[in-house]
Structures are given as structure tokens and as C-alpha cells.
């Protein structure tokens, strides 16, 4: 039977928006796709083959992502799961298969959901899979290969080409149909590619509730190849949150809430990102995208336009530079930025997270001056200068992805004079820029501060941003070390680098030493698959004061498995310089605490006494003792000038 000609039969389209039986779906899902007509004998298992003798470097990211696809997931829950392998196997294969794809973040949302799928053979009166362990994954491998190919073709991609597209007609589409909350969005610079990348390049696998994501997928996969119901499901998504009252953070609220209740970029994003299952269920949800009315014609007359232009000038402009003086970037290209700015030359160091190995390259010429940089494999920093203000500022450039919009989602939001700012960002090419702010004194990794009140002047900013974060913004930096503290003018430390930082809550369940990221030596709940919380950057301080103490690397003499040893199981933390103050030793026994429950927070260590006492021999603050009305114990107003600093 043809596929085509199936999915001519009005009645069996209805028949499948209604939903298809979770007992044949994954067969249907095969057959819709024409899975088959990809299929070649004995491909898969030779990509099993070579992923023991071919190791790709992108294999070290695959790994890392894994675990957190599916991490409530019974099938996918623990390190050692079938259904981790299978994952594991299944991505692998794939990016020796089709190399010039490789891997890219997504692919494990779509390939977890297809295993969960595929049929298995149950032995009887076990949960033991007998005889179709490979076939599910080879189901699941070819299935992919269709979807990526027919359905999906440019959206993982290094350029991400045609998922940019698609953010640019899904644009032009909720201008037509939500003209009002199409330009509240403009005006506070939010555009689809901000949640259209973890919409569509998830297929709604991290938006909507999961019986409503299977039927999404049966239409998909009957309906979908030109990704209509892409469109559909994301302008219904919008519209019923927007149209219909929402039970959202105990609050009864009102119609139009995306225009009334959320006016900011940051709570924009936050509910776009974050969307409440209230009226999303699956029959809600398909009702209403149905009901919206699309132009086959003008879709295809967006794409054109969409196509021409990246074919000549890059993409239409989807983000902007915000909060720059005038001039300073004229237009959103790479040319622009090339030629708005000089390279100022310099070593750049650490170029992004999770890098490879570096190497040496130039953007171009600006001002007759190449501009030199080092680049990684997922990104590159360049230290600019403004050719006519002679102002510096800092290019960070990373491919589009869900976690540089992740980060950039983190970045727009903070607002600290102890953190380093965000002041522009935009995308060309598929990269993703962001402008921020220079820190004219580099960072701390080479300095030793063996002079107590000047480490504690620094550690007293470093918390500073920590309380910030941690209270405020609610978000866990995870990255926390002398190579993320950078100097600017003043002296005043400031936080950076927030590629790995997520929110509250973000990273929970069994966790693996990847969550906790570069916090090394890991803290002890590392070892005992305890998510990162707001104890774990307190962890790093500790690690981070006594490195930039000693000037040498807590533990670096000893190997993995020692320090596993000694921290997962013992708590020990490297050792403390003898002639350091009892203070300071107090201090410290409060940031490496065993227990992460029982660490200090950033607030409670601004009131610490070391800092108390060192902060104020150093700077001349003045201390006055406050009461707290909620705590009803003593705690300490720092005021500094004209400045009065909540601690």
C-alpha cells in the first residue's frame, strides 16, 4: 500500500486527527513516513559497529545530552537503562550515518519519543524484552532518517536554515492572524526563533502535555511534510493562552494574558518557554489549530521571501541590537559587526563551553585590522573596539541552538552591577551574537590574592551576584571558577558566562556528574545523583576562594577517582592554607559543608564575619546592625556611601 495515495483519503485523515491507536502507532508512524523506502539491510548495524571503533567528537556531546532528554521517564530515568543504550546507539549511528547532520540538541527529544513507540516483544510474566531489542532501534534509526530527510530537512543542520525560515513565515503568520500581540512581542524585541527553536525542533516534545504530543505527531506524520501543522499547532498554542482565562502560579487570570500579564521580554519568554498544560489537551489544542485558516499560497510566498534573502544577505533580521549607543552597530550582519569594530588583539580565552580543542582563524577585516580570535568547536569570543567611539565591547558567537537561546533567555533577564551584561545580540547565518559588556581587567585565573581583606573584597562582589541570582533571578550558574570572574573597571568583579546556568528546578531527578558541568573538584552530592541547586554554586565559591588563595588547582595532583573518593564519600575539600585566619577557615567550613542543605546561602555569607570585618578594614563601609522583621535575629546593613546594599 502507498503512503501518498493513503493520505489522499479524507476519511482516514479524520480518522487520524482523531487519534491513532497506541497500539499500531509506531507501525503507522513507519509507514506515513516511508521509513521503508530508506531502509538498507544491515546499515544500522554497522553503525553500531563503528560507534566501538569510530569515535566522532561529537559522541562527547551525545553522551552529555542523553540523560537529560527523557530524565522522569521510567525508560530513560537511569545511567544504566536499556533505554539510555538504545538512545545512545541510535544517535551515534545516526551521526556516522549522515555526517553532514551529525548530531544536534532536538534529535534525542525525537528519537526517545520513536523508542517509546516502536512495538517490543514482552516475555511472558517479565518486563525482559526478548527478541526485538535491535529492531526497535532499527525501527527508530529509520524512522529518523525519514523525518529528518522529508520532514525536517534544514532544521538540524549547522546553519539551521530551514527552521530560521520557518521562524521567519511563523512571524508573518501571527502578524496576520494576532496582529496586536505580534507587535507587543516586537516591542519588547521578542521574536519566534526565541521559542519557535525549542517548539519545532523538539516537535513539541518539551511544550505540550504528553497525549497531546502523540496526536500532534499522527497528524505530523500524515499531514505534515511542508510543516502546516507546525504552524497550526504553534498559532493555537498562542491563541488558546491568550485568548481563554488560564490558572497559572495560583492566579486566576484574565483574557489576553500574553498582552495584560505579560509585559516585559522576560515574562514573555518565560510563559512562551514555559506554557501552562491548562488548555492544552489534545483535543482542545487540535480543535482550535484546525479551526485556524492558512494560505498554502502566502506560506509558500513567506519561504520565497525568506530563501531569496538568506540566499543574498542572510536571513531577515530576527534579532536586534538593543540598549547600544547610536551608531555603534548600524545593521544586523556580520558584516556590519566586522566593520563597526577593530580587533583590539589579545589571546581570548575560554571560548565557549564545552569546546574542543581551539584554533587560531580571523572574521575579516575591519578598518584595515583582521580581526584574530580562537575559536572552539560550539563558539568563539572576540574583544572589538567601536572604530569611531573607541569603545570595546565583547562578541560571543555560538551557533543557533536550544541551549544558546537557553542562554540567551538567562542573559536577557539579569540586570546586576555584579554580573556581566547582555547590551545587544542578533543572528546571521545561523550564529547566534551576543554584545556584551568588556571587563577591561581579564579574569582571575592568573592572580593570587594572599592578602585577606583583598580576597574578601572580592568575594564580598562575588556574592553580591550570587544573592542576586539565587534569590532573584532564581537561576543556578553551575560554572562558578576564576576563568568565569572577570575584573572591570573599578575592580568590581562581576559573573560571566552563563552557557550552562539553568533555573531552579531545571535540572532535577537522578543526576550525573555532567550536570555539575566545570564546578571541580564536584561537590559531594555529585557522587550521590543529587541535582545542582543554589548549594552547588556556594560549593564552587569555597573551591574558587581557596584556588585564587593558593594559586594552585584544588586537587589537581590526584585523579578522578581519588577525588571522588575523597569528596563523594568523605566531604574532604582541599586543604586551607595554615597561616589563614580562623575566620576564614569558618567562612570556608560554611561554603563545603558535606550537606548541601546545610551550606550557607550567598545572603547568609554576606553577613558572615570575615566578610563583615574584612570588607570594612578594606574599603572604610560602614556597618550598622539591622533586625530582621521575618527572622527575628540580628543581621548587617552594609552602606557604602550613598549606597545601601540589602545583604
Known amino acids: 500500500m502507498d503512503a501518498g495515495a493513503v493520505k ?16 499500531v502507532r509506531g507501525r503507522a508512524w513507519q509507514f506515513l513516513a516511508g521509513s521503508a523506502g530508506y531502509r538498507k539491510t544491515g546499515v544500522y548495524e554497522v553503525g553500531v559497529e563503528l560507534i566501538r571503533r569510530d569515535r566522532l567528537p561529537i559522541f562527547d556531546v551525545i553522551e552529555r545530552d542523553i540523560h537529560r532528554c527523557y530524565p522522569e521517564h521510567v525508560m530513560f530515568r537511569d545511567e544504566n537503562s536499556q533505554g539510555q543504550a538504545d538512545l545512545n546507539n541510535v544517535l551515534k549511528a545516526y551521526a556516522h550515518y549522515n555526517p553532514s547532520v551529525g548530531y544536534c540538541q532536538g534529535m534525542g527529544r525525537l528519537v526517545g519519543c520513536m523508542l517509546m513507540q516502536m512495538p517490543a516483544e514482552v516475555g511472558s510474566g517479565t518486563n525482559r524484552r526478548l527478541l526485538f531489542v535491535d529492531r526497535e532501534c532499527t525501527d527508530s534509526f529509520w524512522l529518523l532518517v525519514a523525518t529528518i530527510d522529508k520532514y525536517m530537512a534544514g532544521y538540524f543542520i549547522p546553519t539551521l536554515s530551514q527552521l530560521r525560515i520557518d521562524a521567519y513565515v511563523f512571524e508573518q503568520l501571527l502578524r496576520e492572524h494576532e496582529p496586536k500581540l505580534a507587535q507587543h512581542m516586537v516591542d519588547n524585541d521578542v521574536v519566534p526563533l526565541m521559542y519557535i527553536t525549542q517548539w519545532f525542533l523538539t516537535a513539541f516534545t518539551l511544550t505540550l502535555p504528553w497525549p497531546t504530543v502523540l496526536r500532534v505527531w499522527d497528524v505530523f506524520y500524515f499531514e505534515g511534510i511542508e510543516r502546516i501543522v507546525f504552524y497550526r499547532i504553534g498559532l493555537a498554542i498562542i491563541w488558546l493562552n491568550r485568548a481563554f482565562a488560564i490558572h497559572l502560579n495560583c492566579h486566576f487570570l484574565s483574557t489576553d494574558h500574553l498582552l495584560r500579564h505579560c509585559p516585559t521580554n522576560a515574562e514573555l519568554l518565560e510563559f512562551l518557554l514555559h506554557i501552562p498544560f491548562d488548555n492544552l489537551g489534545p483535543e482542545n489544542l487540535l480543535e482550535t489549530a484546525f479551526k485556524i485558516k492558512l494560505s498554502k499560497d502566502d506560506i509558500k510566498k513567506y519561504s520565497r521571501k525568506a530563501s531569496s534573502e538568506a540566499s543574498t544577505q542572510g536571513l531577515p533580521v530576527e534579532f536586534g541590537i538593543n540598549n547600544l549607543s547610536a551608531g555603534q552597530l548600524s545593521n544586523n550582519s556580520a558584516s556590519a559587526l566586522v566593520g563597526a569594530m577593530a580587533g583590539v588583539g589579545g589571546k581570548i580565552k575560554r571560548t565557549a563551553v564545552g569546546g574542543g580543542s581551539a584554533h587560531s582563524g580571523s572574521l575579516g577585516k575591519a578598518g584595515g585590522k583582521k580581526i584574530s580570535f580562537i575559536a572552539g568547536t560550539y563558539g568563539s569570543v572576540h574583544k572589538m573596539r567601536h572604530i569611531k567611539t573607541g569603545e570595546v565591547r565583547v562578541a560571543k558567537v555560538q551557533p543557533v541552538s536550544m541551549a544558546s537561546v537557553h542562554e540567551l533567555e538567562i542573559m536577557r533577564t539579569l540586570r546586576h552591577e555584579n554580573v556581566i551584561s547582555l547590551e545587544g545580540f542578533f543572528e546571521v547565518d545561523g550564529a547566534l551574537v551576543f554584545v556584551m559588556e568588556f571587563a577591561a581587567h581579564g579574569d582571575l585565573s592568573s592572580i593570587q590574592l594572599t592578602s585577606e581583606p583583598a580576597l574578601a573584597r572580592v568575594v564580598y562582589d562575588i556574592l553580591r551576584a550570587l544573592a542576586y541570582l539565587h534569590d532573584d533571578a532564581g537561576i543556578i550558574h553551575r560554572d562558578l571558577k576564576p576563568e568565569n570572574l572577570l ?161
Open 8 to 23: 489522499k483519503d479524507s476519511k482516514l485523515k479524520k480518522l487520524v486527527r482523531s487519534g491513532i491507536p497506541a497500539s
Open 487 to 647: 575584573r572591570a573597571e573599578g575592580n568590581v568583579v562581576k559573573i560571566a558566562d552563563f552557557g550552562t546556568a539553568v533555573r531552579s528546578g531545571e535540572v532535577s531527578g537522578n543526576a550525573r556528574l555532567e550536570d555539575f558541568v566545570d564546578t571541580l573538584p564536584v561537590p559531594p552530592e555529585a557522587f550521590r545523583g543529587l541535582p545542582p541547586t543554589f548549594a552547588t554554586d556556594i560549593w564552587a565559591l569555597g573551591i574558587t576562594l581557596i584556588e585564587l588563595l593558593t594559586a594552585e588547582y584544588p586537587h589537581g595532583e590526584l585523579e578522578d577517582d581519588e577525588i571522588a573518593r575523597l569528596v563523594g564519600w568523605t566531604g574532604e575539600h582541599p586543604p586551607v592554607p595554615q597561616d589563614a585566619s580562623p575566620l576564614l577557615h569558618a567562612f570556608l567550613k560554611r561554603c563545603l559543608t558535606f550537606s548541601p542543605s546545610l551550606r550557607a546561602t550567598a545572603r547568609e555569607l554576606l553577613r558572615h564575619p570575615w566578610i563583615v570585618e574584612h570588607v570594612m578594614k578594606e574599603t572604610g563601609i560602614g556597618v550598622v546592625l539591622v533586625v530582621d522583621r521575618h527572622l527575628q535575629e540580628g543581621g548587617i546593613c552594609i552602606v557604602d556611601g550613598a549606597r545601601a546594599l540589602n545583604v
